[in-house]
């Protein structure tokens, strides 16, 4: 990180980010980026030390109201104040791997017909795991992401851990989206298949849900799939709840001790229904 105009911008929306926080923030002034970057981060009323967190790293974040915080036009306004060509998206929580994970995001951007760029996200250690993960196939094993992920040439673009050229964004900004922001962007611009890439350059990004927890991730997913037009119906509910392979894994993981709360057991029963209740019902994200 420096105070030269910056060839990249990583951009960071706050909010109760604490020590795992932190530990993004060590991580991106490791980097071994041969450009100068800067770190854009947007707070959300944090109440908790992320403002004295970034304070540590001579960071002095956007802030807004929490009740203003809104999934794409927050990143949109952090990319607004930007300064950097390449517009590199992180989640708080999210970890880059090693210290070349910058330089990896940016490096296909020398392709002049990339537009965007996304990265790995791969589960993390550091922190209690749910059972069923909280990114890949077995926590999205219904079939709205599933068919997302096929019409859209096997990309499921996420604002995790992703990079966007600058002038591209400037033509088509996330907007003011509950959520799906990410699949919101990708649609508009991922037409051919190579304008969106992979790149090998990961982020290490975990959760772990209670039952309330999960309830409202997968009702919001569903809400969302549906602002990105992707519908989900009541016989793929049906169809994803009797996923056999589902219970197999869970007696598995029964018998081996891994399945320790409440909302792992039912997982496999409920995210079908849940999503299908956001995709079908919701008129707006969910409130704990």
Partial sequence: MTSAQPVA???????NGGELFRKTLQALAAQKFEAPFEVVAIDSGSRDNTLAILADFGIV????PNAEFNHGATRDRAAAAAKGEFLVFINQDAMPE????????VAPFRDPEVLAVQGGIRERDDIRRFFWDSCGDRFYFT??????????????FSTVGCAIRRSVWEKHPFGAIDI????????????RGPEIVYSPATVLHTHDYTFAQLRRRCLDEGYGWRLVGERYGFGDCIRDTLRWSNYRELWRGWRAGQIRRWSEVVFPWLRPWWVYQGNRF?????RS
Avoid at 98 to 105: F, I, K, N, S, V
Wanted: charged share 20%.
């Fill in 9 to 15: 911008s990583v951009i960071i929306p706050t909010y």
């Fill in 61 to 64: 974040p956007l802030q807004i």
């Fill in 98 to 105: 090693d210290e070349h994970w910058l330089a990896g995001m």
């Fill in 143 to 156: 079939s709205e992401a599933k068919s997302w992920i096929a019409r859209y040439h096997n990309m499921g």
């Fill in 180 to 191: 799906m922001e990410d699949k919101h962007f990708q649609r508009q611009v991922h037409h």
């Fill in 282 to 286: 919701r008129k707006g994200l969910t």
